[in-house]
């Protein structure tokens, strides 16, 4: 074994000191504006939207269950249209909180927020 590598990092690497981000990198935070917490709403309500197709056609076809307010192939654009609308307002309204309180807690708690009210979503379908 060679005597540098067992004397430490310096002798190894002597410019590992100096290496840093570069300028251009911003070290703010990465959720500022109220439109992201709205995309990020949005998406999540899109994602749940097509879940819940799925979760109904599995319900519909697979178990072979009868419901009550069949909608047919129209469940395909208004389950994600639904989902993108309410999960937009959620994520508008956290976004209109975050410009009063930054902080990488309000990202997770919108997140928490998008999940919960997904989960909710899908499981209202199972009577």
């Known amino acids: ?3 540098e ?3 430490g990092l310096v002798e190894v690497e002597p410019n590992a000191n100096a ?3 570069p300028l251009s990198v911003p070290p ?3 959720w500022q504006a109220p ?3 709205a995309r990020l709403g949005m998406l999540f309500g899109l994602l749940t939207g097509l879940a819940e197709f799925a979760v109904r056609c599995i319900i519909a076809y697979g178990l072979h269950q009868p419901s009550d307010h069949d909608f047919g192939i129209d469940l395909l654009w208004m389950l994600p249209f ?3 609308v309410s999960f937009g307002i959620l994520g508008l309204i956290l ?5 009063r309180w930054h902080g990488r807690l ?9 999940v919960a009210a997904g989960v909710y979503a899908l499981l209202l379908h199972f009577r």
């Open 1 to 3: 074994m060679k005597r």
């Open 5 to 7: 590598a067992v004397n």
């Open 19 to 21: 290496a840093s981000a």
């Open 28 to 30: 703010g935070h990465a």
């Open 35 to 37: 439109g992201d917490f």
């Open 82 to 84: 639904a989902n993108l």
């Open 95 to 99: 976004g209109i909180v975050g410009m």
């Open 106 to 114: 309000l990202t997770r708690i919108a997140l928490a927020a998008f």
